[in-house]
């Protein structure tokens, strides 16, 4: 599932020679370029396309529309216009800035790996296990096998799950609901959606997930 945040323009994170898609309104023509340059809240330089037809279609005020793509499964979107060309070399396009762009999230939510003990109930019963991966969406439960080898849960059930906060002594308590079961001959994991969370949880799990990423791209 997908989802879509608009962003104010001056939260554009521009990187010099990241790859961008650029599309000619109202010509339905495309061509591939790298970011050169640029002033925040005034334009942006890419490189011009290398066709001619390209650059005969480029004049001041045409609308374009750009895209790139991003860390973490998301494309950069926005609406944009020529200021101005520069045909001889070195060839230089300025662009507008745009006052507002879009984030197409291709994963509803980031989802990232951890060990974590957790205790949930289901009809009465309690489990243990831990939490593989988890996002603000739902997590991933591991459990050993049970003495009756098999967890017969139904779909949909209502889970109710305690685990300790990320970097933190307290505990969460999170409604959700069981997705799916996946049974192996050493363990049985769960895939658990969560209903709602509390204010409090989701900027925990939120804290977490962002920290991992951050790592990862250090």
Known sequence: MSSVERQPGEKLALEIGHDVLIEIQGLGRRFKTIIIGGEVGQYIIVKPPQTRAGLEALLPGTLLT?????????????????RQIIRKSPRLLFISYPTTFEVLNLRRHDRVHCYQPVTFYVEAQEYSGHI????????LVTMPPSEENAYMFAENAEAFLNFRKFESEDYSYVQGRIKKVMREHDHTNVAIEFDTLTDDVRECIESYVNAVYDHLAA
């Open 132 to 139: 593989l991966n988890i996002s603000t969406g739902g997590c």
């Open 66 to 82: 750009m895209r790139y793509i991003m860390s973490r499964g998301r494309i950069c979107g926005f609406q944009s216009e020529v």
